[in-house]
């Protein structure tokens, strides 16, 4: 199994950025895939799920309307589309697989948005 993220980089406060996360080893189209976050100093924090069934999306506050998930299943892929950045989205980004209790993370991908 490998969950690989990428796209991370250094943004100016209001700029964009679209972070990938290219998944191989199960069954992609199964699982509910998740972008979680961990500042400097904070613990790790859900940031948005796209799922599986239904295909529904969520977003935690302090995203929502900015951020935007979408999944390409024949691609094995999960993006997010990050907008209007703020210094406070400065974090380590991790791409997250979930199918019931079996869990598969990335290595993460870092984000700083500063001037």
């Known amino acids: 199994v490998q969950v690989v993220e990428s796209g991370g980089g250094l943004v100016q406060p209001g700029g964009s950025l679209r972070l990938s996360c290219i998944a191989s080893g199960f069954t992609f189209s199964d699982y509910d895939m998740s972008w979680y976050r961990q500042g400097p100093g904070k613990e790790r924090e859900w940031v948005a799920t796209f799922t599986s069934i239904g295909r529904t999306t969520g977003y935690a506050d302090s995203v929502k309307g900015r951020f935007s998930i979408s999944r390409d299943n024949a691609k094995n892929t999960v993006y997010l589309q990050m907008n209007a950045l703020k210094p406070e989205d400065t974090a380590g980004y991790y791409c997250?697989?979930?199918?019931?209790?079996?869990?598969?993370w990335g290595q993460g991908t870092q984000v700083t948005v500063s001037s």
């Open positions: 997250n697989a979930r199918r019931g209790f079996v869990d598969y």
